[in-house]
């Protein structure tokens, strides 16, 4: 009976904190598009978002790019790039007076490239 009891309850725990991830990660994923938004969830929104995309890039493209020997370095390299090259992006478009979202620079391009690249390192053929 207590066995029954403790599955019972560990069963209510795993949902609710289930639940409690599932929220958060919407609230993650409408964070970057929030006026302003919360700079904490919108990183994790950006994340998700990287993740989600690297995940749908297997769907294309299955096989990594880069030899077995430089796929580290790729993990470490190709995120650095793009959050520089979203930097510059971010400066292009604030000097022509167009709209600059947080992707647009350094911090949250790299952490986009780099979950997308994680999922992409971890998951590829």
């Given at each position: 009976m207590?066995?029954l009891l ?18 958060l990660?919407?609230h993650?994923?409408?964070?970057p598009f929030r006026k302003?938004p919360n700079?904490w969830l919108?990183a994790?929104g950006?994340?998700?978002f990287?993740a ?8 294309i493209?299955?096989a ?16 650095v790039v793009?959050?520089?090259l979203?930097?510059?992006?971010g400066y ?5 007076g167009?709209a600059?979202?947080r992707i647009d620079g350094?911090?949250y391009?790299?952490?986009?490239a780099l979950?997308?690249?994680?999922v ?6």
């Open positions: 207590l066995e403790f599955e019972i309850l560990a069963e209510i725990i795993l949902q609710t904190l289930g639940e409690a991830l599932v929220e990660g919407f993650s994923l409408a964070e302003p700079p919108a994790i950006y994340g998700l990287g989600m995309l690297g995940g749908l890039s297997l769907l493209f299955p990594h790019f880069v030899s077995e020997g430089w796929r580290i370095g790729n993990l470490i390299l190709t995120p793009v959050g520089m979203m930097s510059a992006m292009w478009r604030a000097r022509r167009q600059v979202l350094f911090a391009g790299y952490l986009f979950t997308f690249a994680l992409r390192f971890w998951f590829a053929a």
